[in-house]
């Protein structure tokens, strides 16, 4: 009901019926059957969880204040009827998350916002689902009360700003969808980067490698992240740049490059010695992303 990622390639989600919202890694370790892995600290305070959640989303839009991009967005539907605000800090391997502020409430019963994005001019859309019956459990599914015609979709500004001029995603060639993985925008980074799925990907790669080359030295080394990514989407892992970037000084760039480690160890020739150097890090998030890889491995490591 909300799964999120942030700039780094970190998932969140939150649970639904209970009122927590959660780092997804720790929760993705395989365990053997019968048992479970603990479940990752949930980051609301206290005096601010209610149930049940519905939809998450990262603040990421010039058209919004700088001090707040990067917070988390968290819809309620029933105990809240409205999105709540939380910051997000790094706290050792994990995070650590303050509440903000109430973004906005409804004083109506059947106000029930179920869902969120930021669009490419950087607006901000939530999606009110508005039924008075919203139980699978407690109402018959073909309840007459049900309610199928007025759901509502609102769009939030920041008056005093401007908005962003939308990216071109559609039409635009591939060297003009890899210019727009430079966009502060994650919604305008995601939307290109499944544009670049879609096509050839041989001159994908090709693209993507001459782009990181021409990329000046003191870059944001997020970039090449970005890049990996799409070699990723393209099925044609860069390897030497995966490497590169699992030496990174920064953990968060070292962890995402783990991740796609971890969801390409089959593919990669040197899996044994970059996973080992991995679960060896001094961060403990890159060790973590190493041992969820290495719970799916079985006894053998080749």
Do not use: C
């Not at 720790?26 to 600290?41: C, D, I, L, Q």
């Not at 990329?215 to 944001?220: E, S, T, V």
């Amino acid at each position: 009901w909300g799964t999120a990622f942030d700039d780094w390639g970190q998932n969140f989600f939150t649970e639904t019926s209970d009122p927590n919202l959660r780092w997804m890694l720790p929760g993705s370790v395989r365990v053997r059957y019968g048992e479970f892995a603990p479940n990752p600290p949930n980051l609301v305070e206290e005096k601010h969880r209610v149930r049940p959640t519905a939809g998450l989303e990262f603040v990421s839009s010039r058209h919004f204040p700088d001090d707040v991009q990067g917070d988390m967005l968290l819809h309620n539907t029933i105990g809240f009827l409205g999105t709540k605000q939380h910051t997000l800090e790094d706290d050792g391997t994990g995070y650590r998350s303050r509440h903000r502020h109430d973004l906005l409430f409804s004083s109506d019963p059947n106000f029930r916002p179920v869902d969120m994005e930021f669009a490419p001019d950087g607006s901000f859309y939530l999606l009110d689902w508005h039924n008075v019956l919203i139980g699978h459990m407690q109402h018959n599914m073909r309840d007459p009360n049900r309610d199928h015609s007025h759901g509502r979709i609102y769009r939030v500004t920041y008056p005093s700003r401007p908005l962003v001029k939308p990216a071109k995603i559609d039409g635009a060639s591939i060297a003009e969808l890899l210019e727009n993985l430079k966009l502060p925008e994650y919604r305008s980074r995601y939307r290109t980067r499944r544009e670049l799925r879609s096509r050839n990907p041989n001159e994908v790669v090709q693209a993507t490698q001459a782009w990181v080359k021409d990329l000046p030295k003191d870059a944001d080394e997020r970039l090449k992240l970005e890049a990996l990514w799409v070699s990723w989407g393209a099925n044609r892992i860069d390897l030497k740049l995966m490497e590169q970037l699992l030496k990174s000084k920064d953990h968060r760039i070292r962890s995402g490059a783990a991740r796609v480690l971890r969801f390409n160890l089959r593919n990669t020739p040197k899996r044994r010695a970059l996973l080992l150097a991995a679960a060896n890090d001094p961060h403990g998030r890159v060790r973590l992303e190493a041992i969820a890889a290495a719970s799916y491995m079985g006894k053998r490591v080749g």
